[in-house]
């Protein structure tokens, strides 16, 4: 079993940055995948960023490719997502997942390859 914590969410102006943090504990090692989520009501989860821990290969997804990153620490326990330039419409809940499926850098980019789900971090950007 893996359990996921992710933290550093809040509210910030438009233009404005934020980090969040995403730390594993459990049989964490085993992931291959981890990756960031973020969902609106009403609406299906969206993949922002993915990671093949394996491979240290990242990937992040139009509409954030450019403003995004997404990391891992040395450690492998924990993984970031780094968001500069904010937008309103960046306003969502971001999860946390990883998955211990196998992978590649391409199946990681994949989100029936996640069975680990944190609880969520709030991001809140106003305009």
């Known amino acids: 079993q893996v359990q996921l914590v992710e933290s550093g969410g809040g509210s910030v102006q438009a233009g404005g940055s934020l980090r969040l943090s995403c730390v594993g504990s459990?049989?964490?090692?085993?992931?291959?995948?981890m990756g960031w989520f973020r969902q609106t009501p009403g609406n299906e989860r969206e993949t922002v960023a993915t990671?093949?821990?394996?491979?240290?290969?990242?990937d992040v997804f139009d509409p954030v490719k450019g403003r995004f990153t997404i990391s891992l620490d040395n450690s492998k326990t924990t993984l970031f997502l780094q968001m500069n330039n904010l937008k309103v419409e960046d306003t969502a809940m971001y999860y946390c997942?990883?998955?211990?499926?196998?992978?590649?850098?391409?199946?990681?980019?994949?989100?029936?390859?996640?069975?680990?789900w944190g609880q969520g971090t709030q991001v809140t950007v106003s305009s």
């Open positions: 990671y093949y821990t394996d491979g240290r290969i990242g």
């Open positions: 997942a990883a998955g211990d499926l196998g992978g590649s850098a391409s199946a990681c980019r994949l989100r029936d390859r996640y069975n680990y």
């Open positions: 459990g049989t964490i090692y085993s992931t291959a995948c």
